[in-house]
């Protein structure tokens, strides 16, 4: 096969265990960069220490490994990345693109999440600032191979929003942007819950200068009870001798055929049939799992 362009990747937040949907995210990114003969990458986003969970960054990547889910290269760890965020909000803040904000918790209640933009010609230093950025009244929107059309205006459903936090901490929407262009990803794959940052993110890439990867969104795993499944669970790490089924039932929440007979087959096994069988358009833009699936 000759190499192929497409660089895809997984970004786990180490702020838990891997779950049954994380799993789906990462199975879903690792088929469709293996399909093409891609590269897929695995970065760390480890940029909010008081939320990370010990042991949860060995124990992602030990499930990974276990579930046959390879990746090429080093993991990159964001926590690793400070200096190239520093620079780029250095930068930002000085040609006026992003400004510093003071406001507290407390006088931003009651605006529905939308920065009123108070700050905005303050003027304010940086020190024990949150810097945000400015958005344009513009809307942003692209095609998402899953969920199709989407469209956000920033100026109304969003506002300025924060790269880098008063306590330091650099702003997801910020590290994704950078690292995504700085590893050369060509296509993001991952759980809906991100579709509407995806805008932000947009601009962003605009702002500097890089160029835009496709997306595709998967749709977030609803419970039957209407829950749905996430972190917040505090899901115990999946079982390594439970790969073979797990990947079975994320293929089918996928919308993927599974035969039964790879049912006593090694993740491996598994892997490398759903690899060549995989159709991205057989995802379903909304799905819910049967209950006997998520235990
Ligand atoms: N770190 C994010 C998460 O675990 C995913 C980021 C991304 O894929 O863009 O939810
Ligand atoms: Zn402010």
Redesign the pocket.
């Known amino acids: 096969m000759t190499p192929s362009p497409y660089v895809g990747r997984?970004?786990?937040?180490p702020s838990g265990f891997l779950h049954f949907g994380?799993l789906v995210a990462a199975l879903a990114s690792w088929l469709d960069a293996r399909a093409v003969g891609g590269r897929w990458l695995l970065r760390m986003?480890d940029t909010d220490p008081p939320r990370e969970m010990p042991g949860a960054r060995d124990a992602i990547l030990h499930t990974l490994e276990g579930y046959g889910l390879k990746w090429d290269g080093e993991v990159v760890f964001q926590s690793q990345r400070h200096d190239a965020y520093a620079e780029v909000v250095e930068r930002l803040f000085r040609q006026g693109l992003a400004y510093a904000c003071t406001c507290s918790r407390k006088q931003l209640e009651g605006s529905n999440g939308i920065y009123p933009g108070t700050c905005r010609n303050a003027g304010h230093a940086r020190e024990g600032a949150a810097i945000r950025l400015r958005v344009p009244e513009l809307t942003y929107r692209f095609s998402d191979r899953v969920q199709g059309e989407f469209a956000q205006h920033l100026g109304r459903e969003v506002g300025d929003f924060i790269i880098q936090r008063r306590d330091g901490l650099y702003a997801?929407q910020l590290a994704?942007v950078l690292d995504d262009a700085w590893q050369g990803v060509t296509d993001?794959v991952?759980?809906a819950?991100?579709l509407d940052n995806t805008p932000r993110q947009l601009y962003l890439q605009e702002l500097l200068g890089f160029s835009q990867p496709r997306y595709l969104h998967i749709p977030l795993i609803i419970q039957p009870d209407g829950h749905k499944l996430g972190k917040s669970y505090r899901s115990p790490p999946l079982a390594p001798e439970q790969a073979t089924p797990l990947l079975l039932r994320a293929l089918r929440a996928l919308g993927q055929a599974t035969d039964p007979a790879l049912e006593g087959a090694s993740p491996g096994e598994v892997l490398a049939v759903a690899r060549q069988q995989w159709r991205p358009d057989a995802i379903a833009s909304r799905m819910t799992v049967p209950e006997a699936d998520l235990r």
């Open positions: 997984f970004a786990p937040t994380s986003e997801y994704v993001i991952r759980g819950d991100l």
